[in-house]
Protein backbone atom coordinates (compact mmCIF):
# COMPACT_ATOMS: atom_id res chain seq x y z
CA UNK A 1 0.00 0.00 0.00
CA UNK A 2 1.45 3.12 -0.99
CA UNK A 3 0.33 6.09 1.29
CA UNK A 4 0.93 9.66 0.79
CA UNK A 5 2.55 11.79 3.43
CA UNK A 6 0.59 15.32 4.06
CA UNK A 7 3.11 18.52 6.08
CA UNK A 8 3.15 21.83 6.80
CA UNK A 9 0.02 22.10 9.31
CA UNK A 10 0.26 24.09 12.19
CA UNK A 11 -1.05 27.30 13.86
CA UNK A 12 -1.73 30.79 12.06
CA UNK A 13 -3.74 33.42 12.98
CA UNK A 14 -7.22 34.38 11.11
CA UNK A 15 -6.42 35.85 7.41
CA UNK A 16 -2.97 34.39 7.59
CA UNK A 17 -1.71 31.50 4.54
CA UNK A 18 -0.01 28.54 4.78
CA UNK A 19 0.95 25.85 2.42
CA UNK A 20 0.44 22.19 2.35
CA UNK A 21 2.33 19.71 0.55
CA UNK A 22 1.55 16.05 0.05
CA UNK A 23 3.95 13.40 -1.40
CA UNK A 24 3.54 10.01 -2.57
CA UNK A 25 6.73 7.46 -2.72
CA UNK A 26 5.92 6.10 -6.24
CA UNK A 27 4.69 8.42 -9.58
CA UNK A 28 1.34 7.29 -10.80
CA UNK A 29 0.92 7.65 -13.89
CA UNK A 30 -2.92 7.94 -14.35
CA UNK A 31 -4.62 8.92 -11.40
CA UNK A 32 -8.10 9.31 -11.47
CA UNK A 33 -8.58 11.43 -8.26
CA UNK A 34 -5.47 13.55 -6.35
CA UNK A 35 -7.15 15.56 -3.45
CA UNK A 36 -7.52 17.31 -0.43
CA UNK A 37 -10.17 16.81 2.52
CA UNK A 38 -10.68 17.63 6.03
CA UNK A 39 -12.47 16.67 8.65
CA UNK A 40 -13.08 18.16 11.96
CA UNK A 41 -14.33 16.37 14.99
CA UNK A 42 -17.83 14.98 14.69
CA UNK A 43 -17.98 16.26 11.23
CA UNK A 44 -18.03 13.84 8.04
CA UNK A 45 -14.96 14.46 5.95
CA UNK A 46 -14.66 16.77 3.27
CA UNK A 47 -13.71 18.00 0.08
CA UNK A 48 -11.43 21.23 -0.16
CA UNK A 49 -10.07 21.07 -3.09
CA UNK A 50 -9.38 17.83 -6.08
CA UNK A 51 -7.81 17.20 -9.41
CA UNK A 52 -10.05 14.96 -11.66
CA UNK A 53 -8.67 12.45 -14.56
CA UNK A 54 -9.87 14.75 -16.99
CA UNK A 55 -6.93 17.46 -15.86
CA UNK A 56 -9.92 19.51 -14.15
CA UNK A 57 -10.62 20.70 -10.52
CA UNK A 58 -12.96 20.59 -8.14
CA UNK A 59 -13.05 23.26 -4.72
CA UNK A 60 -15.22 23.27 -1.63
CA UNK A 61 -17.71 26.00 -1.98
CA UNK A 62 -16.55 27.09 1.51
CA UNK A 63 -12.46 27.40 0.57
CA UNK A 64 -13.29 28.68 -3.25
CA UNK A 65 -11.18 32.03 -4.35
CA UNK A 66 -9.02 31.32 -0.98
CA UNK A 67 -7.62 28.19 -1.42
CA UNK A 68 -5.63 26.77 -4.50
CA UNK A 69 -4.20 23.84 -5.75
CA UNK A 70 -1.52 22.57 -7.49
CA UNK A 71 0.74 19.81 -8.54
CA UNK A 72 4.20 18.98 -9.65
CA UNK A 73 3.90 15.64 -11.21
CA UNK A 74 8.17 15.04 -11.49
CA UNK A 75 8.01 15.42 -7.61
CA UNK A 76 5.11 13.04 -7.16
CA UNK A 77 3.88 15.93 -4.64
CA UNK A 78 0.52 17.74 -4.23
CA UNK A 79 -0.18 21.14 -2.62
CA UNK A 80 -2.78 23.13 -0.97
CA UNK A 81 -1.98 27.12 -1.02
CA UNK A 82 -4.76 28.38 1.64
CA UNK A 83 -5.00 31.99 2.20
CA UNK A 84 -7.22 34.39 4.02
CA UNK A 85 -7.91 31.89 6.52
CA UNK A 86 -10.36 31.64 9.44
CA UNK A 87 -10.84 30.29 12.58
CA UNK A 88 -13.78 27.98 10.62
CA UNK A 89 -10.79 26.49 8.06
CA UNK A 90 -9.47 24.29 11.83
CA UNK A 91 -9.41 20.74 10.68
CA UNK A 92 -6.98 18.06 10.01
CA UNK A 93 -6.16 18.19 6.23
CA UNK A 94 -5.85 14.71 4.39
CA UNK A 95 -4.51 13.77 1.16
CA UNK A 96 -6.32 11.14 -0.82
CA UNK A 97 -5.47 9.53 -4.34
CA UNK A 98 -7.37 7.03 -6.75
CA UNK A 99 -5.93 4.91 -9.51
CA UNK A 100 -7.43 1.87 -11.27
CA UNK A 101 -6.24 0.08 -8.80
CA UNK A 102 -6.06 1.65 -5.24
CA UNK A 103 -7.04 4.27 -3.36
CA UNK A 104 -4.98 5.35 -0.20
CA UNK A 105 -5.40 8.23 2.29
CA UNK A 106 -2.88 9.87 4.17
CA UNK A 107 -2.23 10.30 8.11
CA UNK A 108 -3.43 13.80 8.41
CA UNK A 109 -2.10 17.14 8.98
CA UNK A 110 -3.40 19.60 11.86
CA UNK A 111 -4.26 23.40 10.67
CA UNK A 112 -5.34 25.28 13.44
CA UNK A 113 -6.82 28.77 12.46
CA UNK A 114 -6.97 31.32 15.65
CA UNK A 115 -8.83 34.17 15.82
Known amino acids: QVQPVESGGGLVQAGGSLRLSCTVS????????WAWYRQTPGKQRELVAA???????NYGDSVKGRFTISRDNAKSTLYLQMSSLKPEDTAVYYCHFETALLASWGQGTQVTVSS
Open 51 to 57: YTSGGGT
Open 26 to 33: RRFLNMRV
